[in-house]
Nanobody
Framework: VQLHASGGGLVQAGGSLRLSCVASGRTISSLHMGWFRQAPGKAREYVGDINWSGTRTFYAESVKGRFTISREGDRNTQYLQMDGLKPDDTAVYYC????????????WGQGTQVTVSS
């Protein structure tokens, strides 16, 4: 599975962005999808994930209520809608996938930069 993330950019605090992650190589319909981010000088951190059917989502406390993950199986795509952005959200965002709800994240995209100005 190859994952390609896009949609990053520069936005002012309080603004919104929507990231997309398109999968190729196989259908993602049976895969659990997720997002991580990495800020300069910091470790990669979990943002959230969504189950294979799109019926359940999970979020880090730092983004809960502001970020929304969704997916479109027929487009082999998942999304990260980010609202109420803060400067602390500045990071490279990575999409990822794995076969089940638990276990290692087997597939990673190349990352897309999100910069939030104050």
């Amino acid at each position: 599975v190859q994952l390609h993330a896009s949609g990053g950019g520069l936005v002012q605090a309080g603004g919104s962005l929507r990231l997309s992650c398109v999968a190729s190589g196989r259908t993602i319909s049976s895969l659990h999808m997720g997002w991580f981010r990495q800020a300069p000088g910091k470790a990669r951190e979990y943002v959230g994930d969504i189950n294979w059917s799109g019926t359940r989502t999970f979020y880090a406390e730092s983004v809960k209520g502001r970020f929304t993950i969704s997916r479109e199986g027929d487009r082999n795509t998942q999304y990260l809608q980010m609202d109420g952005l803060k400067p602390d959200d500045t990071a490279v965002y990575y999409c990822t996938a794995r076969p089940g709800r638990l276990g290692s994240w087997d597939y990673w995209g190349q990352g897309t930069q999100v910069t939030v100005s104050s």
